[in-house]
C-alpha cells in the first residue's frame, strides 16, 4: 500500500492536509486531526487474517514488531525503514484473583508493560518516530509524565534524533527518568505539572524547530491502534463485550476506538466492545465532562491530583476523539479514589501480573462497574494495562509496609500489604517466620 492512500483531516472542520504536513492541529480551526484513507479499500478480512498469521513466523523486523504486523493500516509505503524495537506482542493474561475481585466470570488483562520500554507508548512511538524520520526532523520532543519520555528517549536513540524532553520537576518516578536518561535525551525538569509541560512544548514546536510526538501527533494514534488489531487476533476477533483503560491525555483511549472503528469498516470484526475509559478521582476533568447532560464547555481540572502520576493530568488533549470512542461505543467515562486504585494494583500483582498505579485504574473501575450493575456478571471484560510493574516501586513498597499517603494525606490503608519480614539468619527463626 503506499503513502499516497493516505492524508490528514481535521475531526472538527474536515479540512483535509498531505500525509507529510508538519501538523499537530489543523491549521485552519485548531481541531486534533486524524490520518486517514483517501478511501475505502476493498479488503478480503479472510485472506488478511491469514496474511498477519502467517508474519508470525517471519524474521521480517517489521513483521517482528506487534504494529508493523498489521502495516495494511499504517500510512506508509510498504519499503519504509521502519525504527522498531520490537514492540507490541504483548501477552492477554487470564487473571483468575482479578475476575473474582471484580465479581466476573470472564476477564483478561492486556498487558501493554510488556512493551520494550515498559509501557504502551512503544506501540505509537514506533510509527511517530518512522514519520519523524520520513519528514526530515533532526529534533524530536515531547511532555511527558514519565512513560511517553521513556519510550521517545528509546527511539529516538534507535533512529539517531536528536531528543528533548520536558516533565514536570519532582513529580515524575525515578525509573522512567533512569530510563530517558539512559538512553541519552535531554531531560528538562520545569516547575509545574505535565499540563504546563505540554503548553511549552507545543509552542516549542510551533516554529518547527523540534517535532513534537505527544500523542496530539495522530501518528502516534496511528501506532497505538494497531494494539485493537492485536487484542481482536488473540480473542479470535471475537470482540469483548468491554474494554477498560485509564485516561489521562486521553489518545489511548482515542487510539483503541480507531483502532476498533477501522477493524470494524473493513469487515475484520462485527462490532465494537463498548470502551469505558477510567480516571482517577483527583484528577478527572474528563469525568466530569462526560457526566453532564449536554456535554458543553470542558472544563480543565487545574490542579489534578493524584498517586498515579503518569494520569495526573488537567487538560487533556485528546479528549474529543476519547469521546468520539465513547459515544461511538456505548462506553463510559467513570472515577475510582486512591484507595480503590492501590487495592486493585495489589490484587493485579497477586495474580502474577503486576502494574503500575495508572493501569490498575481499570480492575478498579471494572470491580466498580459490575457492582453498579453497568458490567454483567456474565460479560466478557478486556482491562488494558499501560505500564509496568517496575515503572513505581516507590508507591509499591510504600504499599506494603501500610505506608502510603494520598495527595491530600490522608492514608492509605495497605488492606493487601505484604511486609518484608526481618529476621536473624538461624533457621530456627526463618522457619518462624515462614510459620513451618
Ligand atoms: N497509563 C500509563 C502508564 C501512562 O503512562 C499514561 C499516560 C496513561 C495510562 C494514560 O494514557 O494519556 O493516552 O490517556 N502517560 C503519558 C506520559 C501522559 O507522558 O507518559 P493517555
Known sequence: MSSGTYLQRCIACHSEFDLAARLYVCSRCGGLLDVDRREAIAIDPASLRELWRARKSSLDKRDRSGVWRFREFLPFADDVEVVSLGEGNTPLYDAPRCTDYCGLFHLKLKHQGCNPTGSFKDTGMTVAVTQARRIGARFVACASTGNTAASLAAYAARADLRCAIIVPGGQVSHAKLAQALDYGAKVLEIEGNFDVCMNVIRELSEDGAVYLVNSINPFRIEGQKTV???LAEQLE???????VLPGGNLGNSSAFGKGFRELLQSGLIDRMPRITVVQ????APFARFYAEDDHRAFVNEEHPQTLASAIKIGAPVSWPKALRAVNETGGGVITVTEQE?????????RDGIGCEPASATTVAGIRKLVSDGAIAQSDSVVAVLTGHLLKDTDYVMQYHSDSLLAPDGT??????SNRPIRTSASIGSIKSALSM
Open 228 to 230: 485493537a488489531f492485536e
Open 237 to 243: 476477533w471475537r470482540v469483548p463485550d468491554h474494554l
Open 280 to 283: 482517577a478521582a483527583g484528577a
Open 341 to 349: 486504585i492501590a487495592d486493585a494494583k495489589a490484587v493485579i500483582g
Open 411 to 416: 492514608h492509605i490503608a495497605g488492606n493487601l
